[in-house]
C-alpha cells in the first residue's frame, strides 16, 4: 500500500456534513455521512443502523479539541 492509497483510505473517514448539530454526542460515520448519533459511545456501537466498518467518534462541545490518532 503506497502513501497516496493510505492518504485516500484516510479521507473517506472524514466527515463529509457539519458535525456542529452533534456538539457533545457520539456520531456514528459511514462514508463521512452520519448514521446515527447518541449520548454514549456502547449504545451508538449497539445502535442496529450502524455496522461493524463505521467510524465512531465523538463530537467536541464548545471548545473541546479531539485527537484520532
Known amino acids: 500500500m503506497t502513501v497516496e492509497d ?3 483510505e484516510q479521507e473517506k473517514l472524514l466527515p463529509k456534513e457539519d458535525l456542529t448539530p452533534y456538539a457533545g454526542r457520539w ?3 459511514r462514508d463521512g ?3 446515527a448519533t447518541s449520548m454514549d459511545a456502547v449504545a451508538l456501537r449497539d445502535d442496529p ?3 461493524p ?3 465512531l467518534l465523538p ?3 464548545g471548545g473541546e479539541t479531539i485527537h484520532i490518532l
Do not use: K
Request: glycine share 6%; aromatic share 0%; hydrophobic share 60%.
Open 27 to 29: 456520531v456514528a460515520l
Open 59 to 61: 463530537v467536541p462541545a
Open 6 to 8: 493510505v492518504a485516500r
Open 53 to 55: 466498518g463505521d467510524t
Open 49 to 51: 443502523r450502524v455496522s
Open 33 to 35: 455521512l452520519v448514521v
